[in-house]
C-alpha cells in the first residue's frame, strides 16, 4: 500500500485521513494546531506531525520523500499552494492536490500544473478522485448498461503538444473534453493536449487499467 500525506485537519483533512487508512494505507496528517488532531478518531494510527505545511523539515518528518501522493487541504489558499509546490517541486511527489477558497486563482494555479478544486464544489471525494488513480477510473458519468463511464485520464508528460485523436487512437478512448484554466474545452479535430490539463475521455470500463497503463508512458516515437 502506498503512503499519504495530508496537510490541514480540519473536517475534509481528518475523513480523507480516516479514508484512506480504511483503506489500507499509510497516513501522515500535519497541523500548525496540535488540538487539530482531536478530529481524528481514537483508533488513528497514522502520523500526526505539529508544524506548518510548507516547511521542509516539518514534511520531512510525515515521510513526504516517500509519499504517492501529497494532499493540501488547510483553510488558507496560500499556504495549501505553497506548500504543494514544495511537495511536488522540492520532494518530487507525482500526485497533489490543494484546496482553494478563490476560484479567480485557477487560471495561475493550473500554468504551475497544481490540480485544485474550488472550496465552492471542494468534498473529500474530490480530493481523493485526484490523488488515487483509481478513484478517476470510478468515473463521472456511467451509462445505463455500466459498461462506459467518462472519467479523468492521467497523461505521461510525453503526450505533452500531441493532439487528442493521437491518444484516442493509441488507448482506444474517445476524449470528450479537456479542462484548461479551469475551464471546459471540447475536443476538436486540432486540439493538443497541453501541461496542466485535465482530460476526460469516454472508456469501456473493464479497460481502465489497460488505458492507465498505455497512457501512463510516453507515446512511441515514430521512426
Same mark, same amino acid.
Given at each position: 500500500?502506498?503512503?499519504?500525506?495530508?496537510?490541514?485537519?480540519?473536517?475534509?483533512?481528518?475523513?480523507?485521513?480516516?479514508?484512506?487508512?480504511?483503506?489500507?494505507?499509510?497516513?501522515?496528517?500535519?497541523?500548525?494546531?496540535? !488540538?487539530?488532531?482531536?478530529?481524528?478518531?481514537?483508533?488513528?494510527?497514522?502520523? /500526526?506531525?505539529?508544524?506548518?505545511?510548507?516547511?521542509?523539515?516539518?514534511? /520531512?518528518?510525515?515521510?513526504?520523500?516517500?509519499?504517492?501522493?501529497?494532499?493540501?487541504?488547510?483553510?488558507?489558499?496560500?499556504?495549501?499552494?505553497?506548500?504543494?509546490?514544495?511537495?511536488?517541486?522540492?520532494?518530487?511527489? *507525482?500526485?497533489?492536490?490543494?484546496?482553494?477558497?478563490?476560484?479567480?486563482?485557477?487560471?495561475?494555479?493550473?500554468?504551475?500544473?497544481?490540480?485544485?478544486?474550488?472550496?465552492?464544489?471542494?468534498?473529500?471525494?474530490?480530493?481523493? !478522485?485526484?490523488?488515487?488513480?483509481?478513484?478517476?477510473?470510478?468515473?463521472?458519468?456511467?451509462?445505463?448498461?455500466? !459498461?462506459?463511464?467518462?472519467?479523468?485520464?492521467?497523461?505521461?508528460?510525453?503526450?505533452?503538444?500531441? *493532439?487528442?485523436?493521437?491518444?484516442?487512437?493509441?488507448?482506444?478512448?474517445?476524449?470528450?473534453?479537456?479542462?484548461?484554466?479551469?475551464?471546459?474545452?471540447?475536443?476538436?479535430?486540432?486540439?493538443?493536449?497541453?501541461?496542466?490539463?485535465?482530460?476526460?475521455?469516454?472508456?469501456?470500463?473493464?479497460?481502465? *487499467?489497460?488505458?492507465? !497503463?498505455?497512457?501512463?508512458?510516453?507515446?512511441? /516515437?515514430? *521512426?
Amino acid at each position: 500500500m502506498a503512503h499519504f500525506v495530508i496537510m490541514g485537519c480540519g473536517r475534509v483533512g481528518a475523513t480523507l485521513a480516516h479514508t484512506l487508512e480504511d483503506a489500507g494505507h499509510s497516513v501522515a496528517i500535519i497541523d500548525q494546531d496540535e !488540538r487539530a488532531f482531536r478530529r481524528l478518531r481514537s483508533g488513528f494510527t497514522g502520523r /500526526k506531525v505539529t508544524g506548518v505545511g510548507f516547511d521542509r523539515d516539518t514534511l /520531512k518528518q510525515a515521510g513526504v520523500e516517500e509519499a504517492y501522493a501529497f494532499a493540501a487541504v488547510s483553510s488558507g489558499d496560500n499556504s495549501n499552494i505553497l506548500a504543494t509546490r514544495v511537495a511536488r517541486e522540492t520532494f518530487h511527489v *507525482s500526485h497533489v492536490v490543494a484546496r482553494i477558497y478563490d476560484p479567480g486563482r485557477a487560471e495561475i494555479y493550473q500554468r504551475l500544473g497544481i490540480p485544485t478544486v474550488a472550496a465552492v464544489r471542494w468534498s473529500a471525494d474530490q480530493v481523493l !478522485r485526484r490523488i488515487l488513480p483509481e478513484q478517476h477510473m470510478a468515473g463521472d458519468f456511467r451509462e445505463p448498461s455500466g !459498461r462506459l463511464v467518462l472519467a479523468e485520464v492521467d497523461l505521461n508528460a510525453g503526450w505533452i503538444g500531441h *493532439s487528442l485523436a493521437e491518444i484516442d487512437k493509441a488507448a482506444g478512448i474517445r476524449v470528450a473534453y479537456v479542462t484548461r484554466f479551469g475551464e471546459g474545452l471540447l475536443a476538436g479535430p486540432g486540439t493538443a493536449y497541453q501541461e496542466g490539463d485535465t482530460v476526460h475521455a469516454m472508456l469501456a470500463l473493464e479497460r481502465s *487499467s489497460e488505458v492507465a !497503463r498505455i497512457l501512463a508512458k510516453a507515446p512511441v /516515437k515514430e *521512426s
